[in-house]
């Protein structure tokens, strides 16, 4: 199973979206909250290069936000990813 990283913060419609995709496929994540952990903001800026949320990693591969996530997953690639990782 791959490691599912996900920058979030409280209120965002897209972190839910993207938190709903994973779990209606049965990915396991784990979340960083950046609105309550300033290092994490940090840490996700240099990351992923991108003031946004979310911004979702698989393994080493920055996905990028909920849009991207979503077009990883109509294209086939999110299958791919998670199948490589497998």
Not at 1 to 21: G, R
Not at 53 to 69: E, K, M, N, S, T
Request: hydrophobic share 40%.
């Amino acid at each position: 199973m791959p490691k599912i990283e996900m920058y979030t913060s409280a209120n965002c419609a897209y972190c839910v979206a993207a938190k709903n995709l994973l779990k209606s496929k049965g990915l396991d994540y784990v979340e960083f909250r950046i609105d309550t952990d300033a290092a994490r903001l940090t840490e996700m800026l240099g990351r992923a290069q991108r003031r946004t949320v979310p911004q979702i990693f698989i393994d080493a591969r920055h996905v990028g936000g909920y849009d991207d996530l979503v077009a990883a997953d109509r294209s086939g690639d999110l299958a791919r990813w998670i199948e490589g990782a497998a």
